[in-house]
């Protein structure tokens, strides 16, 4: 997909609707403790091929592949087993979105990329460089195997998301978004503002920018807000949590309702958001919410 086909389909959404949480419904559908659910896609796949179809069933309009583990499998030296499950996760999610739109509505599969999880640079012990050649792998392997666009995902380093946008735009020539995690102060881990992360998207050549993770859909709107302050025209995309979670008989759980999750989306919409999903505990129940209060808008608009 190239960047005037990612503004077009924006535009003829009106509300793009990417799909719920994967990690929390692999929990929910026995993934063995201490494994990445990314190697769900080598040893469960029919299990992540029906929690997309799930998300399709809901009314989503993206499909995220199950691959946010997979840079830091890379980062651990296990390149081999690492690409594998991505190239079988972006299959996955190809497979669901071309049989989930049979009624001849267009669904997009993106590659999703997580961060290292350990500081770069002279802050931490991974270099730069190493970083860039893990992620350019990555949106190599992603481009081959079909996906739409890259979406960089939960990031908390300005500087890494960055690199990791040059690194996907010069061996994929997909579109590439990105979303950073910040708390309810407003900053992401680093300490940086929407709008620090703005500049930079700008300067990257991000296509959309957002928040996901680390917030409710009501906590998260005072940064959605400086997010499309200073986005100024850009595409915003809003994935938040369902609410905080809880630890309660050895799991961690979430016990927001879809109809609260759509009421909060409906917040984040009012302020102008272009694009709306959810990130940990959200699910397939929640995105069918979503999708009727979107409906509901149109409607009452036209």
């Avoid at 990445?36 to 929690?51: D, F, H, Q, W, Y």
């Avoid at 592949?65 to 594998?84: I, P």
């Avoid at 407003?186 to 300490?191: H, I």
Wanted: charge should be negative; hydrophobic fraction near 40%.
């Amino acid at each position: 997909m190239r960047e005037a086909e990612m503004i077009d389909f924006f535009e003829s959404r009106g509300v793009v609707l990417f799909d719920a949480a994967m990690g929390t419904a692999l929990m929910d559908a026995g993934q063995p403790p201490g494994t990445g659910s990314e190697g769900m896609n080598l040893s469960a796949p029919g299990t992540v091929l029906r929690i997309h179809s799930e998300n399709i069933d809901a009314g989503c309009d993206v499909l995220t592949s199950n691959t946010f583990g997979v840079t830091q499998l890379m980062m651990r030296g296990e390149k081999e087993k690492a690409l594998s499950a991505l190239e079988t996760a972006v299959g996955l999610a190809k497979q669901a979105a071309e049989s989930g739109g049979a009624n001849g509505k267009k669904i997009l599969a993106c590659l999703c990329v997580g961060p290292t999880g350990s500081l770069l640079g002279p802050l931490g012990g991974v270099s730069y460089e190493a970083a860039e050649a893990v992620f350019e792998s990555q949106a190599e392997a992603g481009a081959r195997c079909g996906a739409d666009f890259v979406l960089l995902e939960t990031f908390a380093d300005i500087e890494e998301l960055v690199r990791a946008a040059r690194a996907a735009h010069a061996v994929s020539g997909l579109p590439v978004l990105g979303t950073m995690t910040f708390g309810a102060g407003g900053r992401s881990y680093m300490g940086a503002s929407p709008a620090d992360f703005v500049r930079a998207a700008r300067a990257c050549g991000l296509s959309a920018v957002g928040a996901n993770c680390s917030l409710g859909p009501f906590e998260m709107a005072p940064v959605i807000e400086e997010l499309i302050e200073a986005a100024d025209g850009i595409p915003v995309i809003a994935q938040p949590n369902a609410g905080s979670p809880l630890y309660r008989d050895g799991r961690t759980v979430y016990e927001m309702t879809p109809e609260d999750f759509s009421a909060g989306a409906e917040r984040l919409l009012t302020l102008g958001i272009s694009a709306i999903g959810g990130c940990c505990g959200t699910t397939p129940a929640m995105i069918s919410a979503v999708r009727g209060m979107i409906d509901k808008r149109r409607e009452r608009n036209e």
